[in-house]
Nanobody
């Protein structure tokens, strides 16, 4: 089992930056691919970014390329989502997730999920 706890969400203005953190506990964090997803009101959960267990490979949704980056610190059991140039359409609950074996951008591929942190971007 892996327990995931997100933090760092909040209310910001368009153009601002925000960094989300996700701390993992339980089984070996460094063995897992980590992903960030988000879900806006009335919409399905969607992929944002993922990072391999070594941190050497990442995958990004087109909607956030050039604005959001993902990183991890295996010594701290933590994955980060750096969000720059935020837009109102980035408003959503952001979820951290973990999976084994390779990068993935589909919700069903991920085995463990955090409870989410709200990000609200005002115009």
């Amino acid at each position: 089992q892996v327990q995931l706890v997100e933090s760092g969400g909040g209310l910001v203005q368009a153009g601002d930056s925000l960094r989300l953190s996700c701390v993992a506990s339980g089984r070996t964090f460094s063995s897992y691919t980590m992903g960030w997803f988000r879900q806006a009101p009335g919409k399905e959960r969607e992929f944002v970014l993922a990072i391999s267990w070594t941190g050497g490979r990442t995958s990004s949704a087109d909607s956030v390329k050039g604005r959001f980056t993902i990183s991890r610190d295996n010594a701290k059991n933590t994955v980060y989502l750096q969000m720059n140039s935020l837009k109102p359409e980035d408003t959503a609950i952001y979820y951290c997730a973990a999976k084994m074996y390779g990068l993935g951008d589909l919700v069903y591929e991920y085995d463990y999920w955090g409870q989410g942190t709200q990000v609200t971007v005002s115009s």
